[in-house]
Structures are given as structure tokens and as C-alpha cells.
T-cell receptor
């Protein structure tokens, strides 16, 4: 079993829809949770960074962490064609542990 | 966010030759950098952790003699693919963590696409 599970998709939704992306994990030691966006042939771009449980909002993006369920989510409101990319969840254990564990990535397409 | 650069962005080399890829943190110092490999439509695979002033730490299954890593300064790490073969063709990405208060945020370079003919 992988430490981090993420549905690879592909996921295709119409422009303006609310997108929900999710990851589950098995290691309860994970405390820091990140979402990256990766366009084709580019390096990943950090979107959201969350510590422990709770919600964090940044513009059209909301990250949620539920440590009791070992489940994290990224919501994209008013989705745009420019949001079409692969979204990777990543997590790490504690402040001093810098190595990230990644999900497989979900390929998202927003259709105009 | 912080900026990490990579050079070159794309390289084509012949089988048997060596290729060096540079990773630089442009606006912060990084005592640690990470090197990843990514195959098409797959996630990132961590190859090694580059440590400034000491030897790199390689992940299981990664040949340290083939993928030479040198962390020459607080802003530069290099990955050299030695005696490259077509199966080494891949997208190589580096990353560096930066601390801000109690958080560590990790930023990625734009990647280097290596093609071995």
C-alpha cells in the first residue's frame, strides 16, 4: 500500500464548476500538507501549504485537512481553462523532515 | 514564492556521454536540495538528497555512481548523469526547501528534459 493515494483521473469538468481533488494517506505522522500544480513539461508550482488539520483559503483555492480521517482535499471554485494541469498532493512528517511524499497526481481538464 | 532555476532546460546527448544539470536557488540559501525524476504521466520519484558540504543521500535503487551529485555552495547543486543511455531519458527536476518562521516550503525548478540518443 502506498503511503499517499491519489486518483490519477483524468478529471474533466466544464468551466465555472467547483473542482474537488483528494488524497488519502496511511501514515499518521504526516503533519504538513501541500498541493502543487504542474503544467505539462514544467516543474511543480506550490499552491497551498497547510499544517495539521483545518482549512486554508487563497483566492479560488481552498485546502482542507482532516487528520482523523487521513484525508486532504483541494477545492477550486469558478474553475478556469487555465486551471487545466496535474495537481499533486504532498506531505511530510515534522518540521525538520524536509523530504516530501507525493501522491500520483490528478490530471484535470477544464473545458471552456 | 522563492525561485529555483535549472540549466539547461533541455539537452540531447549521445549514448555513453555524460550530462551535467545545474540547480540554483536564486533568492535564498539552500543547505539541502532534492533531485527528482519524472516519467510521462507519472508522479515525481525522489532520486537523492543533496547536502551542502557533505555527500548526497541516495534513495534505494538509485545508482550513486551513475547519478553524481555535488552541492558546491549554498545556492548550487549539480546532477551529472554519467555514461548516459537511452533509458536515462527523462524529466529531471530539482527542489529546495526554504524556511519562513516555523514553516518549510519547498520550491521546484522548471525541470530539465534529457534525451539520450
Amino acid at each position: 500500500q502506498k503511503e499517499v493515494e491519489q486518483d490519477p483521473g483524468p478529471l474533466s469538468v466544464p468551466e465555472g464548476a467547483i473542482v474537488s481533488l483528494n488524497c488519502t494517506y496511511s501514515n499518521s505522522a504526516f503533519q504538513y500538507f501541500m498541493w502543487y500544480r504542474q503544467y505539462s513539461r514544467k516543474g511543480p508550482e506550490l499552491l497551498m501549504y497547510t499544517y495539521s488539520s483545518g482549512n486554508k483559503e487563497d483566492g479560488r483555492f481552498t485546502a482542507q485537512v482532516d487528520k482523523s480521517s487521513k484525508y486532504i482535499s483541494l477545492f477550486i471554485r469558478d474553475s478556469q481553462p487555465s486551471d487545466s494541469a496535474t495537481y499533486l498532493c504532498a506531505m511530510r512528517r515534522f518540521q525538520g523532515a524536509q523530504k516530501l511524499v507525493f501522491g500520483q497526481g490528478t490530471r484535470l481538464t477544464i473545458n471552456p | 514564492g522563492a525561485v529555483v532555476s535549472q540549466h539547461p532546460s533541455r539537452v540531447i546527448c549521445k549514448s555513453g556521454t555524460s550530462v551535467k544539470i545545474e540547480c540554483r536557488s536564486l533568492d535564498f540559501q539552500a543547505t539541502t536540495m532534492f533531485w527528482y525524476r519524472q516519467f510521462p504521466k507519472q508522479s515525481l520519484m525522489l532520486m537523492a538528497t543533496s547536502n551542502e558540504g557533505s555527500k548526497a543521500t541516495y534513495e534505494q535503487g538509485v545508482e550513486k555512481d551513475k547519478f553524481l551529485i555535488n552541492h558546491a555552495s549554498l545556492t548550487l547543486s549539480t546532477l551529472t548523469v554519467t555514461s548516459a543511455h537511452p533509458e536515462d531519458s527523462s524529466f529531471y527536476i530539482c527542489s529546495a526547501p526554504t524556511s519562513s518562521g516555523v514553516t518549510y516550503e519547498q520550491y521546484f525548478g522548471p525541470g530539465t528534459r534529457l534525451t539520450v540518443t
